[in-house]
């Protein structure tokens, strides 16, 4: 079975500071997805950034980019130069050959100006 | 854009009302999900249907049923509500095979309060 763990319930981080969400899965696939969701206060969960696990280079967008870490089952995510609009929850997921997606349990990141 | 659409933002019920939760995808995704998100333990999968007509239970089915009688469309059914089921549930589609290309897509959320 896959499972995804977030470590971290609640981050803080000042505004304009980097930031660092954690988070290791356990699969026995070879070749599966990643992702970091955002779900804003009250607002619609958005895809945040993806990985596919047999490509090597780390995903970036913008100010978010990650650490993919195959061997070691590890994809963070790292917030640079933070706003108040990231103030949010992350989820990390994982999906691998199935149809199904495995969430972690989030971590609530607030920014604080 | 994908839109995946739920019919209410806010619900209130009484323990034993049967209760629906309706979802509408206008993107011709084959899967749907419904989720449940409570504090502390994240998205939980109650049931997931890939064509019309199938379902398939998730982790948390007990309960709960769905229904899919179009494509668009994926109906979760409370058959007598009770108060461990107030939570917030998200509605989400994908193509098939979900991929790197094609993540799931989120509704707003309901947040059902059963009283």
């Known amino acids: 079975a896959q499972t995804v763990t977030q470590s971290q319930p609640e981050m803080s981080v000042q505004e304009a500071e980097t930031v660092t969400l954690s988070c290791t899965y356990d699969?026995?696939?070879?070749?599966?997805?990643l992702f970091w969701y955002k779900q804003p206060p009250s607002r619609q969960m958005i895809l945040v950034i993806r990985?596919?696990?047999?490509?090597?280079q780390n995903a970036t967008e913008n100010r978010f980019s990650v650490n993919f870490q195959k061997a070691a089952k590890s994809f963070s995510l790292k917030i640079s130069d933070s706003q108040l609009g990231d103030t949010a929850m992350y989820f990390c997921?994982?999906?691998?050959?199935?149809?199904?997606?495995?969430f972690g349990t989030g971590t609530s990141l607030t920014v604080i100006p | 854009d994908v839109k995946v659409t739920q019919s209410s933002r806010y619900l209130v019920k009484r323990t034993g009302e049967k209760v629906f939760l309706e979802c509408v995808q206008d993107?011709?995704?084959?899967?749907m999900f419904w989720y449940r998100q409570d504090p502390g333990l994240g998205l939980r999968l109650i049931y997931f249907?890939?064509?019309?007509?199938?379902?398939e239970k998730g982790d948390i089915p007990e309960g709960y049923s769905v229904s899919r009688e179009k494509k668009e469309r994926f109906s979760l059914i409370l058959e007598s509500a009770s108060t461990n089921q107030t939570s917030m549930y998200l509605c989400?589609?994908?193509?098939?095979?979900?991929?790197?290309?094609?993540?799931?897509?989120f509704g707003n959320g309901t947040r059902l309060t059963v009283t």
């Open positions: 990985q596919e696990a047999y490509k090597q």
């Open positions: 249907s890939y064509d019309v007509k199938m379902k």
């Open positions: 993107m011709d995704h084959e899967n």
């Open positions: 699969t026995s696939e070879s070749n599966y997805y």
């Open positions: 997921a994982f999906i691998g050959t199935g149809n199904q997606f495995y």
């Open positions: 989400a589609s994908s193509p098939i095979p979900s991929s790197y290309n094609s993540p799931l897509h």
